[in-house]
């Protein structure tokens, strides 16, 4: 991608370092800018870098050294300037701005605005001494986390099952396998699915163990905080023996095998369509269905099985409150699982700990009260850790798994967007936006985002795109181009308003 890189800020005395900074950095593929294979005679050298650092850097790293104290005056002083500017106008837990000391030195004391500054609230990194070649390897993978291609630690559940696949025996993986190679067994494969969702559903209705409110009195406190954590954690171990299953049958099923999956993802959909009790608990509930529906989309995309896809979502119609039904993918989505403003600091906590953070009672209230620091996209970030190790022999690495992921929930959007175009009575629920797609888009060069990727396919292929021969969109191009317009221009706005 062209515009995006690494943007390193240095003094000339450290050239020699940087050097093999960057020859580490570029071994991880990644592109790095720096003043003296970017500027050119006769450049305006303000104007190119004040664009490389607005324009199109996912990481400014700025590196420090004794050298730097020696200088009364450096343009590395105009460069954290520049970088300070930006850096306040993103978000609070944004990982744009990294540092890292190549001996034993001060970093300077930039005001980043909000009571924080670099030496104090930027994380640094050592690149000196006997770990340096391990804190060389830490970065990239810092930097690779910042880029939102690099998924943390998903639940033990989960890792569970997607070992147990990849074992060269598995009864019931090969038992599924066979099932989806013979259409003469149909009745033994809707037989399969029967079992498998029934018990999931028996499950998530027992209000002993997923009860819908809180004892009178309960205050938004780091208590309520982790018992919302604890309960999503258990929704992915109730989840997680569905998910290898529904992948597979993403990749491999035929029309034979569509309408049974429509049925299990439905009774999990209305599953959770309930209304009655605390907000915060009933919104949650809709997760299980919502990862069913990632974990089979992501399957059927991978294997370009639109019509698997089509059974997954468009197909998949719940009521609720004695309304007409509509998509289940059109009423859900992370953002109406964790409201944007209200709710999204428990989901950041998830993210978290997902990224191998052990958070303090301390912490999760100042998260709760002061707003800063929370993650726009939480219940999208954390879906992409738990699916990771399942899909991993799909991708041949992070980056695609990460951009694969990215289709997915664009075409979930628009599967959205199209579905509240068609409906009879326009529909004004909660929908789409808020997948990672938006803010890793931020970064992409000159607005090539997931969405204005997908959009440019659908645009030049017209009625041969291959998702409307799997029947998506009413196999319209029209509709399929005029719902992804309206993915692109409200993943637009949502980034010119947050990032």
Same mark, same amino acid.
């Given at each position: 991608?062209?515009?995006?890189?690494?943007?390193?800020?240095?003094?000339?005395?450290?050239?020699?370092?940087?050097?093999?900074?960057?020859?580490?950095?570029?071994?991880?593929?990644?592109?790095?800018?720096?003043?003296?294979?970017?500027?050119?005679?006769?450049?305006?050298?303000?104007?190119?870098?004040?664009?490389?650092?607005?324009?199109?850097?996912?990481?400014?790293?700025?590196?420090?050294?004794?050298?730097?104290?020696?200088?009364?005056?450096?343009?590395?002083f105009e460069e954290?300037?520049?970088?300070?500017?930006?850096?306040?106008?993103?978000?609070?837990?944004?990982?744009?701005?990294?540092?890292?000391?190549?001996?034993?030195?001060?970093?300077?004391?930039?005001?980043?605005?909000?009571?924080?500054?670099?030496?104090?609230?930027?994380?640094?990194?050592?690149?000196?001494?006997?770990?340096?070649?391990?804190?060389?390897?830490r970065l990239v993978?810092?930097?690779?986390?910042?880029?939102?291609?690099?998924?943390?630690?998903?639940?033990?559940?989960?890792?569970?099952?997607?070992?147990?696949?990849?074992?060269?025996?598995?009864?019931?993986?090969?038992?599924?396998?066979?099932?989806?190679?013979?259409?003469?067994?149909?009745?033994?494969?809707?037989?399969?699915?029967?079992?498998?969702?029934?018990?999931?559903?028996?499950?998530?209705?027992?209000?002993?163990?997923?009860?819908?409110?809180?004892?009178?009195?309960?205050?938004?406190?780091?208590?309520?905080?982790?018992?919302?954590?604890?309960?999503?954690?258990?929704?992915?171990?109730?989840?997680?023996?569905?998910?290898?299953?529904?992948?597979?049958?993403?990749?491999?099923?035929?029309?034979?095998?569509?309408?049974?999956?429509?049925?299990?993802?439905?009774?999990?959909?209305?599953?959770?369509?309930?209304?009655?009790?605390?907000?915060?608990?009933?919104?949650?509930?809709?997760?299980?269905?919502?990862?069913?529906?990632?974990?089979?989309?992501?399957?059927?995309?991978?294997?370009?099985?639109?019509?698997?896809?089509?059974?997954?979502?468009?197909?998949?119609?719940?009521?609720?409150?004695?309304?007409?039904?509509?998509?289940?993918?059109?009423?859900?989505?992370?953002?109406?699982?964790?409201?944007?403003?209200?709710?999204?600091?428990?989901?950041?906590?998830?993210?978290?700990?997902?990224?191998?953070?052990?958070?303090?009672?301390?912490?999760?209230?100042?998260?709760?009260?002061?707003?800063?620091?929370?993650?726009?996209?939480?219940?999208?970030?954390?879906?992409?850790?738990?699916?990771? &190790? *399942?899909?991993?022999?799909? @991708?041949?690495? !992070?980056? $695609?798994? /990460?951009?694969?992921f990215d289709r997915?929930?664009?075409? +979930?959007?628009?599967?959205?967007?199209?579905?509240?175009?068609?409906?009879?009575?326009?529909?004004?629920?909660?929908?789409?936006?808020?997948?990672?797609?938006?803010?890793?888009?931020?970064?992409?060069?000159?607005?090539?985002?997931?969405?204005?990727?997908?959009?440019?396919?659908?645009?030049?292929?017209?009625?041969?795109?291959? &998702? *409307?021969?799997?029947?998506? @969109?009413?196999? !319209?191009? $029209?509709? /399929?181009?005029?719902?992804?317009?309206?993915?692109?221009? +409200?993943?637009?706005?949502?980034?010119?308003?947050?990032?």
């Amino acid at each position: 991608m062209p515009g995006d890189h690494v943007f390193l800020s240095y003094i000339s005395e450290d050239s020699a370092v940087i050097d093999e900074l960057q020859s580490a950095l570029e071994a991880a593929e990644f592109v790095v800018w720096r003043d003296k294979d970017k500027l050119w005679p006769g450049d305006d050298w303000q104007n190119e870098i004040r664009n490389a650092i607005r324009g199109g850097s996912f990481v400014f790293l700025a590196c420090f050294s004794s050298n730097l104290a020696k200088r009364e005056k450096s343009y590395q002083f105009e460069e954290l300037t520049l970088a300070a500017e930006e850096y306040r106008l993103r978000a609070p837990d944004a990982k744009w701005l990294m540092t890292a000391r190549l001996d034993e030195c001060e970093i300077p004391e930039f005001d980043l605005g909000a009571g924080r500054t670099l030496d104090r609230t930027i994380h640094r990194t050592d690149l000196f001494g006997p770990q340096k070649s391990a804190n060389v390897a830490r970065l990239v993978v810092a930097i690779q986390r910042a880029m939102g291609s690099t998924p943390g630690t998903p639940p033990a559940s989960v890792s569970k099952v997607a070992a147990d696949a990849g074992r060269a025996k598995n009864d019931d993986v090969e038992h599924l396998r066979d099932l989806l190679r013979n259409p003469s067994l149909v009745m033994d494969y809707d037989e399969y699915l029967s079992g498998l969702r029934v018990p999931i559903r028996e499950t998530l209705a027992n209000r002993d163990e997923f009860p819908m409110s809180v004892a009178s009195g309960t205050k938004v406190d780091p208590d309520l905080a982790r018992s919302w954590m604890g309960r999503l954690r258990r929704y992915d171990d109730v989840m997680a023996p569905a998910l290898i299953p529904l992948k597979l049958i993403a990749m491999y099923g035929t029309p034979t095998h569509e309408q049974e999956l429509t049925k299990t993802l439905q009774v999990l959909a209305q599953e959770s369509t309930q209304r009655e009790g605390m907000d915060i608990l009933t919104s949650l509930h809709e997760y299980p269905a919502l990862l069913a529906t990632y974990a089979t989309a992501l399957g059927a995309t991978t294997k370009l099985n639109y019509s698997m896809l089509r059974a997954a979502t468009a197909d998949v119609r719940v009521s609720s409150l004695g309304r007409p039904r509509v998509p289940f993918i059109l009423t859900s989505g992370g953002r109406s699982i964790v409201e944007h403003d209200r709710w999204s600091a428990f989901g950041t906590l998830i993210c978290l700990e997902d990224d191998g953070n052990e958070i303090q009672d301390d912490e999760i209230d100042k998260l709760l009260k002061s707003g800063g620091g929370r993650r726009f996209t939480p219940v999208s970030d954390h879906l992409f850790t738990l699916l990771a &190790p *399942l899909y991993r022999p799909q @991708f041949a690495s !992070d980056d $695609e798994y /990460a951009e694969g992921f990215d289709r997915v929930e664009v075409l +979930l959007d628009a599967i959205s967007e199209d579905a509240r175009a068609q409906e009879d009575q326009y529909y004004y629920g909660a929908h789409g936006g808020y997948g990672r797609y938006t803010w890793r888009g931020k970064h992409r060069y000159r607005g090539t985002g997931a969405e204005m990727e997908l959009l440019m396919e659908a645009q030049s292929h017209g009625a041969g795109w291959t &998702p *409307l021969l799997g029947g998506l @969109f009413g196999g !319209d191009s $029209e509709r /399929a181009i005029s719902a992804l317009t309206a993915v692109k221009d +409200l993943a637009t706005s949502i980034r010119s308003s947050h990032w």
